[in-house]
């Protein structure tokens, strides 16, 4: 825990038999981890065998693939339901070290955020960790559009290195998202709807074999979703054209305090 905070890891996994266990001994070895929640959704390898021999850690299988946006909503469910207040998602490929687990737990036990992205791209880790070209050239420039209409600054949209509030998760209401990887694009357009700030930490990456990636064609129709994410979340925002995404969310209900920013002398 952190603050009295229970911090649960949650890992969305297909496949990761060769990768799992390396991941979650890493993890487990960081500070502040309580639980970790392994949702293997139906790999065709022995994932959800090795998962269940992990101590201080929840195994659960999907008896029909989901896709990845409805293996995180089973992620996050599971993770409410065990108490967690704070809900740290890292990917069982290796592909991110679970090593900044300390660093961004502390920035949402502390207060100061309610989501914390590990971002590539800070730091110039993506083309050194082995991004393809293609992607990183696709990365940029989905991000320049996607921070010119969701009025955001970040670096990337696209790490699979999330962490969340509880407050933030019990605001967004996941369920009725994609099921596909365009699942993390529309969560970051459902955050920036509550006025939560989203906070990035400068994460080293590596890709190699084990490590999950999809196709070039799967990868063009996600470039596309995250466009037409964007597009929507602008045009409910300018008051043109509703969006069922975002049913139900306050606009700006998670705005920052700003007290900690005050000058002391005023008060």
């Not at 083309?127 to 990183?136: D, Q, S």
């Not at 990035?200 to 190699?208: G, Q, R």
Request: hydrophobic fraction near 35%.
């Amino acid at each position: 825990m952190i603050n009295g905070k229970k911090v649960a890891v949650v890992m969305p996994a297909y496949n990761a038999e060769k990768t799992l266990r390396k991941t979650w001994e890493e993890t487990v070895r960081q500070p502040f981890v309580d639980l970790v929640i392994v949702v293997d959704d139906a790999s065709r390898d022995g994932t959800y065998e090795v998962a269940k021999t992990l101590e201080k850690t929840i195994a659960f299988r999907k008896e029909k693939n989901t896709g990845y946006g409805g293996n995180q909503k089973q992620c996050y469910r599971i993770a409410l339901e065990q108490g967690a207040d704070i809900v740290i998602m890292v990917h069982p490929d290796y592909q991110y070290t679970p090593k900044l687990i300390p660093a961004m737990a502390s920035m949402i036990g502390n207060g100061l955020y309610h989501c914390v992205l590990g971002s590539r791209i800070l730091g110039g880790f993506a083309l050194r960790g082995g991004m393809p070209f293609y992607k990183y050239v696709s990365n940029r420039f989905l991000t320049c559009f996607e921070n010119m209409f969701l009025g955001q600054k970040l670096s990337e949209y696209h790490t699979g290195y999330r962490a969340f509030s509880r407050e933030l998760l019990e605001q967004l209401p996941l369920s009725g998202n994609s099921d596909d990887f365009i699942f993390d694009n529309e969560m970051l357009a459902q955050i920036a709807w509550t006025g939560a700030v989203i906070a990035e930490v400068s994460c080293p990456t590596k890709y190699f074999e084990e490590a999950s990636s999809i196709s070039f064609r799967r990868s063009l129709k996600y470039g596309f979703g995250c466009l037409g994410v964007s597009l929507r979340y602008f045009l409910a925002k300018t008051g043109l054209c509703p969006w069922s995404r975002i049913d139900g969310i306050r606009r700006g209900c998670l705005k920052p305090d700003l007290a900690f920013h005050s000058d002391p002398s005023e008060s």
